[in-house]
């Protein structure tokens, strides 16, 4: 039901080129939600991975169509498992199996193209972790793009440090995250994710949105026993395919992921990072079509 509700949000587009969807099925039996906004004879291929409580809709809604009009990019969005737009049985789920579920669809659905992908909050870890597993995948990708990404050494210091800055803002990271009341209440929705930019309604929409997204969980303590990911000497990822560039983007009023974190994921990537205004969500938030062209401008021109 919320698909097609973003669905319907995105054709009110002016002439927006329309988003399509698909199920690819894995060897596993699991189907993937694949969305899908292809221009013709477009530059490249672009694949958006979300984070938590979220899905394939997030991008969807707004970045798919931009990305296609205005930047000549095939832009694609895929549900990772346990979400609305790829249920599963599991209640709990690896990184490296959202990993392995990551590759194994783009091979399928861009058998041999170029490719770059984009990764939001925890979805950054499983993009990292989809291209140093998959040989074929990180053959074939140019660019990764990570927005407001969880660091390579995971959430607990920036939690650590959200606690000694703000007794109140670690509260409400507990519960929206941990207790799931970003699934339940708009506000603490609204809070977490918007910093309160949302009306009322779409703060009430979206919250459903996570709900239904959020029936099964990334499996934190298998990804925390797994920390730190791909050490090497001076911190940087020692598999890092060598054709690939990377964009690293962080936002300046975000309660999720702060600026320390950004600046330790750029250092991995050995880039440095980029900074807009906003929060979390910034794929939703009021500055979104800025920031969507930010990384339609870097894959098309870099």
Known sequence: MHLLAALVATATLADALSVTTSQVALKSGQQMQWLSCEPPSPKTHLVCVHGTFHGAWC??????????????????????????????????IKLSTHAADVAEAVNLQLPGKQLALCAHSFGGPVAIDALATDESLAD?????????????????????????????????ITKAFALKSAARSPEDANAVFFNDQLDDATAERYTGYFAADSKSGLDLGDYQRSLPRWPTEDGRWASMPSNLRCLVLGAD????????????????????PVMVEGPHDVMLSANEAETCDLVGGWLTTS
């Not at 140019?142 to 210091?157: D, I, Q, R």
């Not at 009023?253 to 440095?272: K, N, P, S, Y």
């Open 253 to 272: 009023a975000d309660r999720v992921v702060d600026r320390e974190a950004v600046d330790e994921t750029a250092r991995f990537l050995g880039v440095e």
């Open 59 to 92: 991008f969807a809604e707004r970045w798919l169509p931009r990305l296609a009009e205005k930047h000549g990019i095939a832009a694609h969005s895929i549900s990772l498992r346990g979400t609305a737009g790829s249920p599963c049985v599991e209640k709990s």
């Open 140 to 172: 074939r990708c140019e660019g990764l793009a990570l927005l407001c990404s969880v660091p390579p050494s995971g959430n607990k210091p920036g939690t650590a440090r959200v606690v000694r800055r703000s007794l109140r803002e670690a509260w409400l």
